[in-house]
């Protein structure tokens, strides 16, 4: 099992900056892409960012070019700079982690997904 525990929310105004942590435990062995997706109220959970071990970045196009993904392979954390945010950008932002199993040294993903409880982020314009 993994635990992954996000931080860093809260409520900014519109052009502001905050950072996003989620940091993984457990058997960590077992995940090999990480990411973050958001929820507004009556919407969709939607993919923010996601990022591989070997920090290989996927961004959704809303977010090219404001939000930047990284991350610390040895604290086992991976991390989301938002800038310049804006009131669309308001959602519970959600880490998820991709278990793999290991075949002669690849990684196979099991198509089992790893969530975090979410931290709330609003801006206001």
């Known amino acids: 099992q993994v635990q992954l525990v996000e931080s860093g929310g809260g409520l900014v105004q519109a052009g502001k900056s905050l950072r996003l942590s989620c940091a993984a435990s457990g058997s960590i062995f077992s995940i090999n892409a990480m990411g973050w997706y958001r929820q507004a109220p009556g919407k969709q959970r939607e993919l923010v960012a996601t990022i591989t071990s070997g920090g290989s970045a996927n961004y959704a196009d809303s977010v090219k070019g404001r939000f930047t993904i990284s991350r610390d392979n040895a604290k086992n954390t991976v991390y989301l700079q938002m800038n310049s945010l804006k009131p669309e950008d308001t959602a519970v932002y959600y880490c998820?982690?991709?278990?793999?199993?290991?075949?002669?040294?690849?990684?196979?993903?099991?198509?089992?997904?790893?969530w975090g409880q979410g931290t709330q982020v609003s801006v206001s314009s």
């Open positions: 998820n982690a991709e278990e793999v199993i290991y075949k002669s040294g690849l990684a196979y993903y099991t198509g089992y997904d790893y």
